[in-house]
């Protein structure tokens, strides 16, 4: 069966064992001055009868934009992406800016709200592998005998649908660390368009 590209890195949860958490603030801090030049380049699935590209561009200052494009629904999406490297392990911080189709800016609906997504990646020359935040680490929390009054992971805090990570940068920046392991969704991969 054939998977829409864009599902490949951003609606995850159809792909992977659990479902990527969103997060209301940044992973990344004003200190973070994180630059990874293999990111640069166009990325496909490794199945090769799959359409469509995953491209990173250098943006100003220290970021990234990551581009989706997918020819079997029309649309582009547009992400800033900024990189962040704790504990020796490299993350990027995901945050969806725009939409188009056939070259014309869609507006979002009103009331959307851009949220975060973190995603722990590791790049070679020609390998990319990336996994995201995921809400596997909230259920197993929530199996102990007595469940925290409100939803946490760790120290994270989430909103009541269990959907958004309200937890401030520096205390999201520590969860990352302590949970690289069992915070993130099984590992994918990206191959570098040849």
Known sequence: MKKPILGLLVLASFLLTGCPVSNLHPLYNNSDNVAEPLLVGNWVPPDNDEKGSISFEKASANGYTMVIDDPDIGYVDRYDVQLVRLGGILFG??????????GTNIDMPLGMVSAHLVVKLKVSKDDMEWSTMEDNALKNAMKTDAPPEKPTVGKLEYDANDSLVLADTETLRRYVVAHATDGFSGVEHLKRAK
């Open 93 to 102: 911080d995901f945050r969806f800016s725009s939409r188009s189709h056939a």
